[in-house]
């Protein structure tokens, strides 16, 4: 039996190292890779990204945790109104109402998340409190308003002067055709890898700009917007988010990293795989970042103008994704 199964673990070996899959030490059971990690390291989407992930840094350069760090990172955003895709001053749905949607996961799979919350400026601090202080993973609506209200947070008008200019010019001819990379990219998601090694994840967003009221895209959805798996990797999602949902891709990202992918090959395949299940792409974006436990990033994108921002020891820089066109 035992013949058996060594004749197994080497067939495996022989077709991985055919498919660029796996190292050697990962079939036969030991770690991803004996390569020294990056660590502590956070990446996260879009230019904003920068300011969000030096609060991060604050908390990472001082052996904090990736929980507390990616929660911190993105308030950042959240609570900045020239930031018009994310929190407060993020464009309204086709009602002018802004509702926004967040999730947050950590090292033991543990998750929260909010959909369809209004008034309230932090989303990603009312998901931790869903995933620390109740039995389940998700509330929306009123019931996540509700929540929020009686953990003490504050109710706030979200809607700003100029974010409600930019709506009612859009009610002139309320044509819902979101522009890619700038209407559409809706998110800020954020990774970080601790000085323990440990990975944790956050998403957070005010959806796309003029949506149907009600409407809930891939960010607050774990395995959609956002996935941590401690042993592998995490992934997050920007973009168009019911093309990232249908492949529930932030998950696909990270089961490719397991299977020895590294973080840009695995987005990259996410993406072809996306751009495979869609007749017309020409409208459409998506992109993937990732983050593996060695501190490997990578990022990849339909089509080009997507950026992500990548802060460690060595200091910060945003960098222009890699895209399929």
Not at 90 to 106: N, Q, S
Not at 138 to 153: E, H, N
Not at 299 to 325: R, V
């Amino acid at each position: 039996m035992s013949s058996r199964r060594n004749f197994i673990k080497l067939s495996a070996l022989g077709a991985t190292f055919l498919g660029g899959g796996f190292h050697l030490e990962r079939v036969f059971g030991g770690s991803l890779s004996t390569a020294a990690a990056t660590k502590p390291i956070v990446i996260s989407t879009w230019d904003h990204g920068i300011p969000a992930n030096e609060a991060a840094w604050k908390i990472l350069s001082k052996n904090g945790n990736a929980l507390d760090a990616v929660e911190a990172g993105v308030r950042v955003p959240e609570a900045d109104p020239n930031v018009r895709t994310v929190g407060y001053g993020g464009y309204p749905d086709r009602e002018g109402k802004v509702t926004l949607d967040a999730c947050i996961m950590d090292k033991d799979s543990n998750c929260g998340a909010v959909a369809f919350l209004q008034h309230i400026k932090h989303p990603i601090s009312v998901a931790r409190k869903v995933m620390e202080e109740t039995p389940h993973v998700m509330l929306v609506g009123q019931g996540a308003y509700d929540f929020a209200i009686s953990k003490g947070f504050k109710k706030e008008h979200l809607l700003t002067p100029e974010s409600e200019k930019d709506w009612k010019n859009w009610l002139k001819e309320s044509k819902y055709k979101p522009v890619i990379n700038i209407e559409n990219h809706d998110t800020i998601g954020m990774l970080a890898l601790d000085a323990n090694g440990d990975l944790a994840g956050a998403c957070t967003t005010s959806g796309a700009a003029y949506k149907m009221h009600g409407r809930v895209g891939d960010s607050p959805i774990i395995g959609a917007g956002l996935f941590v798996d401690n042993e592998v990797g995490a992934a997050t999602a920007t973009g168009l988010g019911e093309a990232v949902v249908r492949m529930v891709g932030s998950h696909l990202v990270v089961e490719l990293m397991r299977q020895g992918n590294s973080p840009e090959n695995a987005c990259r395949l996410a993406v072809e795989r996306i751009i495979a299940k869609h007749k017309d792409v020409k409208d459409l974006q998506v992109g993937f970042i990732a983050l593996n436990k060695r501190g490997e990033y990578g990022g990849y994108c339909i089509h080009k103008g997507f950026n992500y921002a990548i802060h460690d020891a060595a200091g910060k820089k945003l960098i222009d994704g890699k895209s399929k066109f």
